[in-house]
């Protein structure tokens, strides 16, 4: 016993000297894993990583460029188009080109453009004849003639029209950049043939101005960390690299090559040589005879430049973009080594030429560390691993073995010795427990009066308390037990814990399921939750806590079980009301962003596409404010089922708020998933809802966004697919747009016309034209529609198809076409003091004037203050306001006929166009859309649906109105097929009230036998 007196181990024998072997081993062990880890990748494997995001990155930007330049492509092919079939008149061009060439306020980018005819084509002996409109230094477009003039340069020589010869149909040709002569700027001219049969009979062509894609390309480089730009097939910047202000020089021309900035910066050199490998041609003699033929017939282009024009022409862009990689060790614009991603367009054949700074490796290698850092992790983890064996080895083990004796010395009468021969702590703690074992005889006879105190203590408790031994047995339970359980307690002495709830207190979680045998007493540790049964089967959750006694004759586990039924019931209300929408039932807009973050995340992580999708109701806020808030509701939980019904697996809907929801599609294909997805939707809501007698028509419109082309953040992209959505509204609504930077701005725009248009009213700078309406037989003047236009202070006359759909949206139409109700009858009121001819006035009617409650108060107030009678007033309402709500639809017009005003359907064949409706509504007259009226007499399907309308109308009693006629042809098939009224731009255009009067008066009753007669 003499070798148990000491109270301390040597250090190299004890568990803290082994525990540290171990520690020390599993570090060495890491430490050599993060060397392998890191010296096994490299930096090569950084690099090639890099120059992969970087040619990505490339393509994507050739890509937008493409976009930029189809829009020129496409315009050129329909002017060659139209050359080849439109008719061979002057006026015709002059009028017609400057309205092709002026598209959406793109002056940023089409510079102008023409049609140049081989002589003689267009006018017989005639060598010159070509209609250019360009844009003066003032931006404006206007026609110039020094091509014509004889004098002039002409044009049949020049660059861009000798390779069209040779072009393919509907093919466009790139010329080389050149100094606009007008303007100055820079400028590329894209040419398409124009043929009739397999004859060349000339070119037409728009000018490019490329200073609008030297800004998109400054920008797009500056998100890139470096700088972008372009260069065309002879080596002259499309764009220029953004110049450093201490090496720019005062000025320098639009147009410059790679050889006059290497001047500039001889740095540039290395770079230049790197991009001139990717213009090298093979010449061939099929492509030497090409370059022969266009060099000899124009003095504009020499024998190397016609072999460039061949290889570009001969090249069908079957070999897609082709991307090349360099690095280089000092960039004459960054100062510092970079990686150049060159890109060459197939047809155009000009490359695209991104750099960046090549320490982008280095952050990189930032990431890669992180990486590192997860490597080191799981070398800790291994760590861990070898010194829990050591500790079980040399800790576990040996007190398991002492637990066994003890479990053997607890037969024995007298209390029982360990015998451990160990040296160390556990040696130590098999003396000290000998030395207490002869106490626990005197401790078992307090033991015993505690548990009768105990049990008293138990039968008061609101827990159940139960009590079992050593071989899991029931011994006791309480009477919140009892009432708890649904059982007596005698009826489960002796029976199994499982009975009450499928777990075991004696088994310990790291013995994988073996039993326990406890040595001491231990109090209670932790709180676990268990399902519980009941006597009737039925199963509640509980929480369960479980102390040991440990005593003379065996072991008590002393467990604790509450009913946690009701609080459970609780926070799961509670979870549901933080994260879902109580209406619907929908996620809500903090458990949607949590969604998104995550998908964010995995997309990023996993390379892959995924989108979100902004949905809002259209014309919402009319049934919410006219039918209650209560079918509001309603109608927004119709819409979340139908909704709902659509989702496909793995995707997430969710209510934001009001009436916008948002939908999340993760790893999707391609965007044409969502775009699917988008129109189901559409269609899902285009079925009207019947809520309590009410038959309400909503309709959504959609912004999607895509991660990560959009956008890398969550709030961004939410962001976005909002801006979207509204640009969605803002083209008629119930469809769908995708986000781009162009709508990004478009919406700025938008958003600073709507506060301008808040004091539009007010400021007096809305201005009401008219269009006539003629007898189709006779051409004699029946009657004016009114049509608003805006006297924007800054941005001069606008067209109602730029502020309309901003009024809607927010609110103001209704007042606006309060204004244009009283301001068009106070013309005609002066129309009529004038003495001139008596005229019915046509007005539009919006959806939210129509359902207005004060319109025929209005319009009967304006009538009785102008001493105007109600017959001469037409009101013109689309099919699309008038299948809102049918019912209501049809109550408001009968309100309004009431008044004896006419009402007609507008742009009739573009919406329903439903013979059930022409039937139930109370209708006079019916507008043909000027889509089908525009060329009839060529067209066979507009000539079928014409015909079609106008018999239609006739054997319902309407009457008919062609709007849109601005041919000849077009009216005399009209006139043909018995239409009753005409309308276009043949008669007029829609003038101010002042220059109507001139243009009445100038038609005089010889000029209208004339139009009888001729059809004109």
């Given amino acids: 016993m003499r070798e148990f007196e000491r109270t301390q181990v040597p250090f190299r024998h004890g568990l803290q000297a082994r525990v540290l072997i171990g520690v020390l081993l599993g570090l060495a062990m890491m430490l050599a894993a993060v060397l392998l880890v890191f010296y096994g990748r490299g930096y090569d494997l950084l690099l090639a990583r890099e120059q992969a995001l970087a040619s990505s990155a490339t393509q994507r930007l050739a890509a937008e460029v493409g976009q930029q330049l189809a ?31 002026d598209l959406e306020d793109r002056a940023d980018l089409i510079a102008g453009g023409g049609i140049w005819p081989e002589p003689g084509e267009f006018e017989s002996g005639t060598e010159r004849r070509s209609f250019f409109w360009g844009r003066d230094a003032a931006g404006k477009l206007r026609y110039f003639d020094d091509y014509n003039a004889p004098g002039g340069p002409g044009y049949h020589q020049e660059e861009w029209y000798v390779p069209a010869r040779h072009q393919s149909e509907a093919h466009c040709y790139w010329s080389r950049s050149y100094q606009d002569p007008y303007t100055s700027e820079a400028m590329v001219t894209c040419a398409v043939p124009m043929r009739r049969g397999t004859r060349f009979i000339g070119v037409s062509t728009v000018d490019l ?17 470096g700088y972008a730009f372009a260069l065309d097939r002879n080596e002259v910047f499309i764009t220029r690299p953004p110049e450093p202000a201490e090496l720019a020089t005062a000025g320098h021309a639009p147009t410059v090559a790679v050889e006059g900035l290497i001047r500039q910066y001889p740095l540039f050199s290395e770079l230049a040589a790197y991009l001139r490998l990717g213009t090298q041609i093979k010449p061939d003699p099929e492509l030497s005879a090409l370059a022969r033929e266009m060099a000899a017939a124009s003095d504009n282009i020499d024998d190397a430049e016609a072999l460039r024009i061949a290889d570009q022409l001969r090249d069908d ?23 150049v991603t060159s890109l060459r367009f197939p047809n155009a054949h000009w490359q695209l030429v991104v750099v960046q700074p090549a ?70 703690l098999a003396h000290k427990f000998n030395a207490y074992a002869e106490q626990l005889q005197t401790s078992s006879d307090q033991l015993r009066a505690s548990a009768a105190q105990f049990r008293a203590v138990t039968e008061l408790a609101h827990d159940a308390l139960i009590q079992i031994d050593d071989d899991g047995l029931i011994r006791s339970l309480n009477r919140s037990g009892e009432l708890m359980f649904g059982w007596r307690e005698e009826d489960l002495l002796g029976a199994s814990l499982s009975r009450l709830m499928p777990w075991d207190p004696r088994v310990d ?11 001491t007493s231990r109090a209670a540790t932790r709180v676990q939750e268990f399902g519980a049964e009941r006597r009737d089967g039925s199963f509640f959750p509980a929480e369960v806590s479980v102390s040991y006694w440990r005593g003379p004759s065996g072991g008590i586990y002393n467990i604790q079980v509450r009913d946690v039924t009701e609080r459970k019931r609780s926070e799961e209300q509670i979870r549901m009301l933080a994260t879902h929408d109580t209406l619907t039932g929908l996620p809500n807009r903090t458990l949607f962003n949590d969604r998104l973050e995550q998908a964010v995340e995995q997309s990023l992580r996993n390379g892959t596409l995924m989108a979100v999708l902004f949905l809002d109701l259209d014309h919402f806020k009319l049934a919410n404010d006219s039918l209650g808030h209560a079918v509001g509701d309603a109608v927004l939980s119709a819409v979340a089922e139908r909704l709902r019904k659509r989702l496909v697996p793995g995707a997430s809907l969710a209510r934001l708020g009001g009436d916008e929801f948002a ?26 809802f019947d809520i309590g007698g009410h038959r309400v028509q909503v309709g959504v419109s959609v912004g999607i966004t895509l991660c990560p082309n959009d956008d890398q953040n969550a709030d961004q992209l939410l962001r976005k697919a909002d801006l979207a959505m509204y640009h969605a509204k803002a083209e008629g609504r119930n469809t769908y747009r995708f986000y781009t930077e162009r709508l990004h701005h478009e919406l700025m725009e938008r958003r600073a016309l ?30 004016i529609e009114a049509l608003i236009r805006w006297q924007h202070p800054q941005r001069g006359l606008l067209a109602p198809d730029l502020f309309i759909p901003l009024c809607e949206s927010s609110g103001l139409i209704a007042s606006m076409g309060q204004w244009v109700i009283e301001r068009a009858l106070a013309d005609l009121a002066a129309w009529d003091a004038a003495g001139l001819p008596s005229v019915r006035l046509a007005l539009n009617l919006s959806l939210a004037q129509f359902h207005d409650p004060e319109l025929v108060k209005v319009v009967s107030s304006a009538l009785t203050r102008n001493a105007l009678t109600a017959d001469r007033i037409e009101f013109e309402l689309t099919e699309t306001v008038l299948m809102h709500d049918q019912d209501e639809a049809v109550a408001l017009m009968l309100r309004l006929r009431s008044l004896g005003v006419c009402l007609t359907v507008d742009d009739f064949g573009t919406g329903y166009s439903s013979l059930a409706y022409l039937k139930r509504f ?13 060329g009839v007499a060529d067209d066979p399907d507009s000539a079928i649906i014409c015909r079609s309308v106008i018999g239609l109308g006739h054997n319902l009693g309407m009457e008919l109105v062609a709007e849109g006629v601005e041919r000849k042809a077009d009216l005399a098939f009209i006139q043909r097929h018995g239409c009753d009224w005409a309308q276009g731009f043949y008669y007029s255009a829609a003038l101010p009230m002042p220059e109507l009067r001139l243009w009445l008066a100038a038609r005089s009753p010889a000029a209208e036998v004339l139009s009888t007669t001729t059809g004109g």
């Fill in 209 to 225: 101005r490329l200073s609008g894609l030297q800004r998109f390309l400054l920008e797009r480089g500056q998100a890139l960390n």
């Fill in 317 to 339: 862009g079957s070999s897609g973009l082709a991307v090349r990689q360099t690095t280089l060790d000092q960039d004459a614009f960054l100062g510092e080594p970079v990686l």
């Fill in 663 to 688: 939908m999340l599609l993760p790893q999707i294909a391609d965007v044409s998933v969502a775009a699917r997805m988008a129109n189901t939707l559409i269609t899902a809501l285009a079925e009207a």
């Fill in 509 to 519: 979680g790291d013995n994988a399921g073996r039993i326990e045998r406890r040595a």
């Fill in 922 to 934: 109370p209708v006079q007259k019916l507008k043909i859309d000027k889509s089908f009226v525009i």
């Fill in 71 to 101: 829009l020129a492509e496409g315009l050129a092919a329909t002017l060659a188009n139209l050359g080849e079939l439109l008719p061979r008149d002057p006026a015709l061009w002059r009028r017609l080109l400057p309205h092709l060439l």
């Fill in 359 to 428: 320490r982008l490796v280095r952050d990189a290698v930032l990431n890669f560390m992180r990486q590192l850092a997860w490597t080191m992790s799981l070398a800790i983890i291994a760590v861990m691993a070898v010194a829990g064996w050591l500790v079980r080895r040399y800790l576990v083990m040996p007190i398991r073995r002492m637990v066994a004796q003890l479990a053997a010395a607890e037969q024995a009468a007298s209390p029982g010795r360990i015998d451990v021969s160990s040296r160390d702590e556990l040696g130590l």
């Fill in 754 to 783: 709507l506060d301008d248009l808040g004091n539009a009213i007010s400021g007096n700078q809305f201005v009401l034209h008219y269009q006539p309406v003629v007898s189709a037989s006779t051409g004699a003047l029946h009657g």
